[in-house]
C-alpha cells in the first residue's frame, strides 16, 4: 500500500517521461483558463471588494452569444467584437442597476446581488439563446485544429493546437493585463481603489468608471475563456461549474493577489491532473478532479488563511 | 502677516450649512466661512467640533459616508459645488487631504503621487514637472519613491498624502489635520512646507486644525467652531492676541497658567445671517 502512493507513481513517470509531459501540458491548458478566471475574480473583488458569484456565468453568456450570434449568419470575426460590445453592455448595466444603488452596503448583500445577476444571466441566456448544448465555432475562428506531434525522450507528446493557441491567447492576455494596471493611469486608479475607496474618490477618481472597466476586463476575460473551455467541451450551461474550480485557486492563491491567481490557476491545474493520473486513478477508482482542488486549498488555508500569495496586510501601529 | 482679507478674492464660500448624518445625527448647525485666494485659512477646534465634516461637505466625500448637506450653499468661484462629484471638484481645483493621511498602502509612494494626476489631461510632460515639483518641496519622498507606501512613516505618509494632492495641479486644497501623531518638530516642518506652497504656488488653503498654536502661527485668518457652529473669527494675529483664545485654545492667561478645574468651556456664539 505503502509502495503504492509513495513509490510507484514516481517510478511511473520517470519510466515514461513522455507520458508525464502529456500529463501536466493537459494540467497546465486547464490550470491557465482557471487562473483567466480567478483573475476576473481578483479585478473585481480588489476594487469593489465583491466576490463576484456571476464570473462562471458570465463565460457561459459570452460563449452562448459568440454562438448564437454566429448560427444567425454573422461573421465569426463580427460576432467576436460584437460579444465583447455585449459584454460591455452588461458591465454598463451591472454598475448602474445593481452596484450604484448598492454602494456602502455591506459585502455580503453585494455577495447576494452577484447571485441575483447569476440568475438572471442564466434565464437570459436561455430564453435568447435556447438551453440546448453547442458547438464552439472553432474552425470559424480561425484556431488551428490539428495536433502538433513531438518526440521528447523517444517518446510520443500530442499538443492539440487549439490547446496551444488557447495557452498563447491566454498568456498574452495576463501579461497584457499585468503591464495595464502596473503601468497605466487607470490601472493605477483600479489598484488605488482597491487600497483605499475614500482615498480614491478624494483624488478625484470616479468609481462608476473603474467599475465599469473592471466588469468589461472581467467580460473579456469570460470571453477568452469562454472559447477556449467551449472549443474543448462545447458550450453549455455546465460550463459554469469550471468558474467554481477558480474558488480553490483563489483560495490557493489569496483574493487579492494577481499573481497567487495566475500560480495558483496552474499550481491546481497541473497537480490535479498528475493526482489523478498517478494516484486517482490506480488508488482510488478515478474521478478526483471533481474534488481535489478543494481538498488541497482547504489544506493550505489550513496553514496560511491568507492565502498562499494573499496581499501582506500592511498595518501601522 | 497679510490681513487685508476683506479686499481679496473670495474663492470659496460656505454659507450657513447644516449637515446631518444618517438623516438623523445633526453635526453642523449653521456655519459659514470664506477662503480667499492665496490665504492660508485655518479651521480650528476641538474633537468633534465639525472641523473635518466642513472640510467633507466642501469636497463632497460626505455623500460616501451618508451624510447629507440639508441647508445653505457652498459656493465656489461664484458656482454652487453642493451635489457635485469629488471628481468634478478636483477638476475645478478643489482637493482634500484626508485625515489620517490616507496613502495607497499597496502602492508606491511615487505611484501614490501619481493618482494624484488621474484627473489630469494636460499631458505627460506637465504631469513629470510636477512631480519633480513635489520632489523638491518634499525631498524625504523621492528618497523613498519606490518603498510601498504603507511602509513608510508617519510623516512621510503625511508628506505623501500633501503630495499627490499638489500632483492634480489644484488651486484650495482642504487640508485636514496634517499634525495628527506627527512630532512637534515634524508638524513645524510640514506647516513650513504648506507655506511655501502657498506662497511658491500660490494654492489656498482650507486648514481644520487642532493644534491651535501651530495652525495660528502660519495661518492668515481663522475660525473657530464649538459644536457645529462658528464661535469666533478673525485674522490669525488678532486671534493669537485674543484672551478667550489664548485661555481656552492656546492654555495661558492673563493670570498665568490656571487649574483645568477653572477653565470654562467657550460658549460666545456667533450669529451669521440670523
Known sequence: MLNDIFVAPFVDMFAAPDFLMQVLWEGLVSGILYALIALGFVLIYRSSRIFNFAQGIMVVFAALTLVGLHAMGVPAWICILLTLGVMFVLAVVVERVVLRPLVGQPDIILFMATIGITLFLIGLGEIIFGGENKVMITAELGIPTGSVLLEPFGGLLILEQKDITAVIVAALLVVGLLIFLNKTRMGRAIRALGDDHQAALSVGISLQTIWVLVWFIAGIIALVTGIAWGARAGVSFALEVIAYKALPVLMLGGLESITGAIVGGLMIGMLEKLFEIYWGQPLLGGNTETWFAFVLALIVLLFRPQGLFGERIIERV | ?274
Not at chain 2, 29 to 41: D, E, M, N, Q
Not at chain 2, 164 to 179: G, K, N, Q
Request: charged share 25%.
Open chain 2, 1 to 274: 502677516m497679510p490681513d487685508a482679507e476683506n479686499t481679496q478674492e473670495m474663492l470659496l464660500e460656505v454659507n450657513n450649512i447644516e449637515v446631518i448624518y444618517n438623516h438623523v445625527i445633526l453635526v453642523l448647525k449653521g456655519v459659514s466661512l470664506s477662503v480667499p485666494k492665496g490665504g492660508i485659512t485655518a479651521l480650528l477646534g476641538g474633537n468633534g467640533a465639525g472641523k473635518t465634516t466642513t472640510l467633507k461637505a466642501i469636497s463632497n466625500l460626505l455623500h460616501s459616508e451618508r451624510g447629507e448637506v440639508t441647508k445653505g450653499s457652498i459656493i465656489y468661484r461664484g458656482e454652487s459645488v453642493q451635489d457635485r462629484d469629488p471628481a468634478e471638484l478636483v477638476r475645478k481645483g478643489v482637493i482634500q487631504v484626508m485625515e489620517g493621511r490616507h496613502c495607497f498602502s499597496h502602492l508606491t509612494v511615487e505611484e501614490n503621487l501619481m493618482t494624484g494626476a488621474y484627473t489630469r489631461r494636460d499631458g505627460r510632460a506637465a504631469v513629470e514637472r510636477d512631480l519633480e515639483m513635489v520632489y523638491d518641496y518634499f525631498p524625504r519622498l523621492k528618497e523613498r519613491r519606490k518603498s510601498q507606501a504603507g511602509y513608510t512613516s508617519g510623516g512621510e505618509q503625511q508628506m505623501c498624502a500633501i503630495g499627490r494632492a499638489l500632483m492634480s495641479r489644484p488651486e484650495t486644497i482642504l487640508l485636514d489635520e496634517p499634525s495628527m501623531g506627527l512630532a512637534p518638530q515634524l508638524v513645524e516642518q510640514i506647516f513650513g512646507i504648506v507655506k511655501s506652497v502657498n506662497e511658491n504656488e500660490g494654492v489656498s488653503f482650507l486648514l481644520a486644525e487642532q493644534n491651535t498654536n501651530v495652525a495660528l502661527r502660519f495661518a492668515h485668518y481663522g475660525y473657530i467652531l464649538e459644536s457645529g457652529r462658528v464661535v469666533m473669527d478673525g485674522p490669525a494675529a488678532e486671534l493669537r492676541e485674543n484672551p478667550d483664545v489664548k485661555e481656552f485654545y492656546l492654555g495661558m492667561s492673563d493670570e498665568g497658567r490656571k487649574s483645568f478645574r477653572d477653565v470654562r468651556s467657550y460658549r460666545r456664539r456667533k450669529r451669521w445671517l440670523a
